[in-house]
């Protein structure tokens, strides 16, 4: 009896390290998220200066709260949560008065 417990431990913690190999983050992937949010943001915005898109970028990251808010948007889009990803682009601050 305790070799069949010890063999579904075993087993159980194997499957464990198998998912958890499964989850790490593909950087090419959240690199897509990340221009797929900044898409949405930029069309949101509607930007009025003519800028690059770094430029615009680099100027919207530079606030704390969009870096939060665009890290939101990410998780929101990891949990298929439509609502919480565009409530999170609505509140970035465009930054146009800069």
């Known amino acids: 009896m305790k070799v069949a417990h010890l063999f579904c431990l075993i087993l159980c913690l194997l499957f464990a390290v198998f998912v958890h190999a499964q989850e790490q983050p593909d950087p090419a992937k959240e690199a ?3 221009q797929a949010v900044m898409k949405d943001i930029k069309k949101v915005c509607a930007p009025q200066r003519r ?3 770094k430029e ?3 100027m919207i990251m530079s606030s704390e709260v969009n870096r939060i808010l665009v890290k939101n948007a ?3 889009v990891e949990r298929d ?3 919480n ?3 999170a682009v609505s509140k970035v601050d465009c930054m146009e008065d800069y």
Do not use: F, G, I, V
Request: proline share 0%; aromatic share 16%.
């Open 51 to 53: 800028q690059t898109d």
């Open 74 to 76: 990410l998780l929101a």
């Open 56 to 58: 615009w970028q680099a």
């Open 81 to 83: 949560n439509l609502d």
């Open 32 to 34: 897509k998220l990340r």
């Open 85 to 87: 990803y565009w409530e």
